[in-house]
């Protein structure tokens, strides 16, 4: 059974991975902005 904390874990941990990839699914970005942004630049 899952606690109310455990499920705000995962939340929280589903939002962060959400936020990473958000910016790098926007398709009016090109390649070479993708790229810097997804290295971290």
């Known amino acids: 059974m899952k606690t109310n904390e455990t499920i705000k874990w995962q939340e929280e941990q589903a939002l962060q991975r959400y936020q ?22």
């Open 20 to 41: 990473l990839i958000a910016p790098l699914l926007d398709e009016s970005l090109d390649n070479a902005k993708r790229i810097q942004m997804h290295n971290g630049s």
